[in-house]
Structures are given as C-alpha cells and as structure tokens.
C-alpha cells in the first residue's frame, strides 16, 4: 500500500522559512515523478514543483528564486525548502506522485485522493 506523510507546515511570519517533508512507503520515490501541489483557501489546486526520476525540477514562476524542490532516495522522502515566504503561500501544501495525473483533477470537486496535506501559513 502506498503511502505519502506531509509534515513540516505551521505558522511563520513573512520572509521565513519552511522545510516540508513527505515520507513514502509502499513506493520508490526515485523511480516516480513527484511534484508539490497546493491549495489555498477558496481557490484550487495548483502545481508548486516538480521533480522527475533523473532529478530535474520544475517550478511555478511564483515560487522560482524561493522554493527548491528535493529528494532524499537513502530515506525515500521527498522535500520542499520555502525561502522568504509570502502571505499568498499560505495554503495546505500535498506531495503527490505522477503530477501530470493529478493536474488533470484540479477542481475536480469528486476527486479526493490529495492526501492529507500540511498546512502553511505565513502571517504577520
């Protein structure tokens, strides 16, 4: 059974920093791409990073210069480093596998297999 653990959210100032975590099990994160999703509050999901089996990353341009995208293959665990956090980064923030698969369910309001995500909030 697959399985995906978020953790590393909480409640940060702007201009902070976070470091999310997502431990698999159940699957080889290095041979899956994986991505970093996330959802703010009335809006839909979007896609934040993405990184594929040879390493290569990809970025929304509103989190290139601040967000880095990266995978541990010793600990099977994937991570998002956020650097100088804004206030519209506040969202639930998911690791998922296969990216191109789950951009096709944004707003999608039957689709429940986001996971259980990890909240971020970036506030003064």
């Known amino acids: 059974q697959v399985q995906l653990v978020e953790s590393g959210g909480g409640l940060v100032h702007p201009g902070e920093s976070l470091l999310l975590s997502c431990v698999a099990s159940?699957?080889?994160?290095?041979?899956?791409?994986m991505a970093w999703f996330r959802q703010a509050p009335g809006k839909q999901h979007e896609l934040v990073a993405s990184?594929?089996?040879?390493?290569?990353?990809d970025y929304a341009d509103f989190v290139k210069g601040r967000f880095s995208i990266s995978r541990d293959d010793a600990k099977n665990t994937l991570y998002l480093q956020m650097n100088s956090l804004k206030p519209e980064d506040t969202a639930v923030y998911y690791c998922?596998?296969?990216?191109?698969?789950?951009?096709?369910?944004?707003?999608?309001?039957?689709?429940?297999?986001w996971g259980q995500g990890t909240q971020v909030t970036v506030s003064a």
């Open positions: 990184i594929g089996t040879e390493g290569n990353t």
């Open positions: 998922v596998i296969d990216p191109d698969y789950y951009s096709e369910y944004i707003g999608d309001p039957h689709f429940n297999s």
């Open positions: 159940g699957i080889t994160l290095s041979s899956n791409p």
